[in-house]
Every structure is written in C-alpha cells, then in structure tokens.
C-alpha cells in the first residue's frame, strides 16, 4: 500500500538500551521528518532529511540518531534510551520540504522506557 | 520554541454547529498550514493558505489569515461527530515548520 508506514505502533523498552524506530515511505519524498509529541510541548522536530545521506538536527536531538542510506527510509535510533524519551514518535515525508508543501504523517510509535 | 498558538485549547460542541478555532503566531510567514488528527492516529494535512491570500475554503472548511494581526482561523460548517479530533495551525520556521498545541474538539451526537 502506497503511504507511510512506521514500526514498531508499541514498544516498551528499559533504560540504557539502544532502541531503533522503522519508518518507510513509499512516494519517493525527498524530505523526511522525526517528530516526537508529548503532552504540553505539541510536537517538537528531532531530526529531518533533505535527501539521501542528507540530514540535519531539529529541535531536540540530543540523545537521538538518524540515517538515510536509501530515500524511502528514515530510521530513528535512541543510543540508550531514557525516561524522558517516552513519548509518541511520528515520521513524516514531503515533497518539497515542510515549509512549502504539506506533511503527510505515519500512524506513530508509542515509545515507553521503564 | 513554539510559533504558533491554537485557542481555544478545548471545544465541545452539538452536531450541526459550526467550530471556529484560532492561531495566533510572532513572526512574518509566508504561509501556514491546518491538520487534523484523530486519536491515536498521525496529523493529517487539511489546508496551506499562503500570506498573500486572505481566505480559503476546502469542503466544509474555511481558513482565513490575517497577517496583520498575524493570526489565522479554521472554520468547520456543520460539524459531524466524525471531526472530533485535535487540530492543529503549524507555521514555518526557518527551514522547519513548528506546530502548536492544538485545539482538541469535541463534536457531541
């Protein structure tokens, strides 16, 4: 199915441990966004990629790792995770950046770290 | 640092009635955009309305933008239980678009 897809929906998780969140598009977006969303902040941007073996630091990205080897996926990997990273993490992709074309959104991982 | 702001935080209205939520934002834009998103769900985009235009209309929304009071509004005409959802006025911010807290609305049967 043509979308955008992220795995795991749920994962719980310990602190300390490395933990990687999946997210697949399928319409060939050059851009493509991490957002994590908690209560009283909105969502925030982690990181976003321009293109292939492109990427740059959003708002919080401490903590946090990315990587795009391939233009259709956009891992998101916490090194050791923390409880302040439990969260609801969303990936998106647009065609010609956020700012001048709209997001399209994957369904979210729900993250707990214990 | 948020830039856009959604009031009212909540709203519960009947069915059939019309929903008017507001963004307030600080900085000059050239466009802003609205998404909706259901629960449990991802953000989905509604409308982008650019600084030169004042309104726009999607189905049974209307997006005004008033870029001298820097604000904007979502309209939603009759409302169904189905638009229970929070939406969201998301403006750009440098290369990045930052996203309010959104308004959660409550459409009641």
């Known amino acids: 199915d043509a979308g955008i897809t992220q795995s795991p929906r749920y994962k719980i998780t310990e602190t300390g441990r490395q933990v990687t969140l999946m997210c697949h598009q399928t319409w060939s977006h050059s851009y493509m966004f991490w957002y994590r969303q908690d209560l009283g902040h909105g969502l925030r941007l982690i990181y976003y990629?321009?293109?292939?073996?492109?990427?740059d630091k959003g708002e919080v990205p401490d903590g946090y790792v990315v990587s795009r080897s391939k233009t259709e996926n956009f891992p998101l990997t916490l090194e050791s995770a923390t409880r302040s990273q439990t969260s609801v993490y969303f990936c998106?992709?647009?065609?010609?950046?956020?700012?001048?074309?709209?997001?399209?959104f994957g369904n979210g991982t729900r993250l707990t770290v214990t | 640092s948020q830039q856009g702001e959604e009031d009212p935080q909540a709203l519960s209205i009947q069915e059939g009635e019309n929903a008017t939520m507001n963004c307030s934002y600080k900085?000059?834009?050239?466009?802003l955009q609205w998404y909706r998103q259901n629960s449990g769900r991802g953000l989905v985009h509604l409308i982008l309305?650019?600084?030169?235009?004042r309104e726009k209309h999607s189905g049974r929304l209307r997006v005004t933008l008033d870029t001298s009071k820097k604000s904007s509004s979502l309209l939603i005409t009759a409302s169904r239980a189905a638009d229970t959802a929070s939406y969201f006025c998301a403006t750009p911010s440098g290369s990045r678009l930052t996203f309010g807290e959104g308004t959660q609305l409550t459409v009641n049967p």
């Open positions: 309305i650019r600084s030169n235009e």
């Open positions: 990629s321009a293109a292939a073996d492109i990427t």
């Open positions: 900085t000059s834009i050239n466009n």
């Open positions: 998106a992709s647009s065609a010609q950046g956020a700012v001048n074309s709209p997001l399209h």
